[in-house]
């Protein structure tokens, strides 16, 4: 009994000497991680020297999903394994999206948003609703302030790059001010806005920095489309003042240029002190799948220059890049264009993130507003994305029927321009560039989505990304990340 008590004594001796030993183990390893990861993890303390904001127009949650699929299988890849560049950003959150008058948004309303962190009204462009005409000459309601405005104030340079219209309402949220989205050029302005004094969008490009700084600073790159609404109509525009903002913008300083067309673009040295307003399109450029490179750059070209020019600067810099006409293609309900454009702006955002450090630059990439674009059906692993929907475990490669005999496609839209007809689809019908996919509401345009759309962040600040937040709070996220006050 006695050396059956003294057997069972060193039994339980040797597992506490153990469970000791693997707890102090577990400990100096839990210590060696911990050290590693403060070694390899940005200071959080650390301030953003350049901030880079990507918008997706109306790049929802399943723009984004179609997308990685689409952009896998371009590679030879089944897709839904695929992620695409942003998607390896670090933190995540969820933005609402609405407007302080509508629960679908639409681009002004939004943009305003991130642009001001305040909400306002569909439509309007940086202006409060007891503010309607801020920035008009006969108005002494004074316009939210723009983080433009205070990256300028902070000596910082800024851009804009967008494959839309400069004036068009995501741009144009950077730097300007307008009751009506509407008003890209004088000729645009309705009489009420002519009466009080308002200047039309594409002035208001020209003149910022005038306006803010007395003419030392303002954008230094502006790369995009709609020169239509700079010329006047004897030159090709649509201006009724006759005024060429070309010829105005060259005219700010020696270092100020404008340039139309790919060849003159690509003939700047990007890391000069150019400053360079480069209009490609009298409206919006071509979509990425229609673009002839001898014409017009890439989004991903456009992004590279104005990176490169602005980090040249050495001042740290804003820049917003977006890709246009990813909400134009889903207006149309042609997922194929919708979907090139998302891969091209996945492209765009690799190249900012491949000329940029991770030490000292935010990068956030977001959308909007999203759109009424679905993926459903059943298809199995593998099946073309813009396809018609083929079940797993199909033996024929059959296509699913519907109630009406017919098949179907894996994309679609809650209301649009092509309704559901009698005429039977084929494979290649479909997945046609051209194709425009199935609606259930006959609209003249698809319309935005209200759902929550995504945000990724890397960086500097991004360590303030995380959960549901409301769209205007990215306004802070950029502000805090560099450190400005307001």
């Not at 920095?209 to 020169?227: K, M, P, T, W």
Request: hydrophobic content about 35%; proline content about 3%.
């Amino acid at each position: 009994m006695k050396s059956f008590s003294k057997l069972f004594l060193l039994t339980a001796v040797s597992a506490l000497a153990l469970a000791s030993c693997q707890l102090q183990t577990k400990a100096h390893q839990n210590k060696d991680q911990a050290a590693e990861m403060t070694k390899s993890a940005p200071d959080k303390q650390a301030k953003a020297k350049n901030v880079i904001l990507f918008i997706g127009d109306g790049m929802g949650i399943s723009t984004i999903t179609a997308a990685r699929i689409f952009d896998g299988q371009s590679k030879g890849m089944s897709g839904e394994g695929n992620k695409l560049p942003f998607e390896e950003f670090p933190n995540l959150a969820l933005v609402k999206t609405y407007n302080l008058d509508a629960q679908v948004a639409d681009s002004a309303g939004t943009a305003s948003a991130m642009n001001t962190g305040l909400k306002t009204q569909i439509g309007k462009i940086n202006v409060r609703p007891d503010g309607l005409f801020a920035g008009c000459a006969d108005s002494a309601a004074v316009p939210p302030t723009l983080f433009a405005d205070l990256a300028e104030r902070a000596g910082m340079s800024t851009g804009i790059v967008s494959t839309a219209r400069l004036t068009h309402a995501t741009p144009a949220a950077v730097y300007g001010h307008a009751q009506s989205r509407g008003w890209e050029s004088d000729a645009s302005i309705s009489k009420v806005g002519k009466d009080s004094g308002c200047i039309d969008l594409a002035s208001q490009l020209v003149a910022y920095g005038n306006i803010n700084q007395n003419g030392e600073s303002g954008l230094e790159i502006a790369l995009g489309g709609g020169y239509g609404a700079f010329l006047g109509k004897d030159e090709g525009g649509r201006r009724e003042d006759g005024k060429n903002l070309t010829a105005e913008w060259s005219q700010k300083s020696p270092a100020h240029t404008y340039v139309d067309n790919v060849t003159d673009l690509r003939a700047i040295n990007a890391n000069s002190d150019k400053k360079v307003l480069g209009l490609f399109d009298v409206s919006h450029m071509d979509y990425e799948t229609d673009r002839d490179d001898s014409e017009q750059p890439s989004l991903t070209e456009m992004t590279r220059f104005a990176i490169q020019n602005l980090a040249a600067r050495d001042t740290g810099y804003f820049l917003m890049v977006e890709s246009g006409r990813i909400d134009h293609a889903h207006h149309a309900s042609n997922a194929y264009r919708a979907l090139s454009e998302t891969q091209e702006l996945a492209r765009a955002v690799a190249a900012a993130d491949e000329l940029t450090n991770d030490s000292d630059t935010l990068i956030l990439v977001t959308a909007d507003h999203s759109h009424v674009f679905t993926i459903a059906g059943y298809p199995k692993a593998g099946n073309p994305i813009l396809g018609l929907v083929v079940p797993p475990g199909s033996k024929d490669g059959k296509p699913s029927l519907a109630g009406d005999k017919l098949p179907y496609t894996t994309l679609g839209y809650h209301n649009g321009s092509h309704v559901r007809d009698d005429i039977e689809q084929t494979p290649n019908m479909v997945q046609d560039k051209d194709y425009k996919q199935q609606s259930a509401i006959r609209r003249a345009s698809e319309t935005h989505g209200g759902e929550d759309v995504a945000l990724f962040a890397k960086g500097p600040g991004a360590d303030t990304v995380k959960g549901t937040i409301d769209q205007a709070e990215i306004f802070g996220i950029m502000r805090d990340a560099v450190g400005i006050e307001q």
